[in-house]
T-cell receptor, first 113, second 113 residues
Framework: ETGVTQSPTHLIKTRGQQVTLRCSSQSGHNTVSWYQQALGQGPQFIFQYYREEENGRGNFPPRFSGLQFPNYSSELNVNALELDDSALYLC????????????FGPGTRLTVT | AQSVTQLDSQVPVFEEAPVELRCNYSSSVSVYLFWYVQYPNQGLQLLLKYLSGSTLVKGINGFEAEFNKSQTSFHLRKPSVHISDTAEYFCAVSDTGRRALTFGSGTRLQVQP
């Protein structure tokens, strides 16, 4: 059974650019959540996708957007990058019921200069 | 909305000593509670969770936690720690209707020989 994978591992972008991060969910999981973890802080919920539909969103501006594909993999897109977007971006998949364990990927470290 | 407070940002402890990591939460609705561990340069791994039933929950690696509804707490304990337990520990909560997790700011457990 393959776990949650994320790509790329590290990324360096310039302020104002756009970035796409990718996540492959664990087999059999139809729900993907994205979190932003700034240095020294806990993860902050960005949004969640359930069966290709957005199913909840945290306190992030619209320049953070996402997609979920029919195979339940997902993308996180961030437009007009700001310095404060520098963080570890974590993807988590789960079977889809409240209370289910969320299985986290290793994350993508984004640095905005 | 929910919030989670982890009262200690760092907890130094000697090997084979007991440890307690404190977590308090705030919510106007029923919640599920979780503890995750994050090793350096890795994603998060579930230690244990409370959904309902017995308030004492046992998890992996010898950890346990007790849910106290009146004190809105979910403290994590281990009777004897090992060097390998050195990591960042996050308490998290979700309401029973949604799937998104709200995390605390984390507690760094540092086990010394």
């Amino acid at each position: 059974e393959t776990g949650v994978t994320q790509s790329p591992t590290h990324l360096i972008k310039t302020r104002g650019q756009q970035v796409t991060l990718r996540c492959s969910s664990q087999s059999g999981h139809n729900t993907v959540s994205w979190y932003q973890q700034a240095l020294g802080q806990g993860p902050q919920f960005i949004f969640q996708y359930y069966r290709e539909e957005e199913n909840g969103r945290g306190n992030f501006p619209p320049r953070f957007s996402g997609l979920q594909f029919p195979n339940y993999s997902s993308e996180l897109n961030v437009n007009a990058l700001e310095l404060d977007d520098s963080a570890l971006y974590l993807c988590a998949s789960s079977p889809g019921q409240p209370g289910d364990e969320q299985y986290f990927g290793p994350g993508t470290r984004l640095t905005v200069t | 909305a929910q919030s989670v407070t982890q009262l200690d940002s760092q907890v130094p402890v000697f090997e084979e000593a007991p440890v307690e990591l404190r977590c308090n939460y705030s919510s106007s609705v029923s919640v599920y509670l979780f503890w995750y561990v994050q090793y350096p340069n890795q994603g998060l791994q579930l230690l244990l969770k409370y959904l309902s039933g017995s308030t004492l929950v046992k998890g992996i690696n010898g950890f346990e936690a007790e849910f106290n509804k009146s004190q809105t707490s979910f403290h994590l304990r281990k009777p004897s720690v090992h060097i390998s337990d050195t990591a960042e520990y996050f308490c998290a909560v979700s309401d029973t209707g949604r799937r998104a997790l709200t995390f605390g700011s984390g507690t760094r457990l540092q086990v010394q020989p």
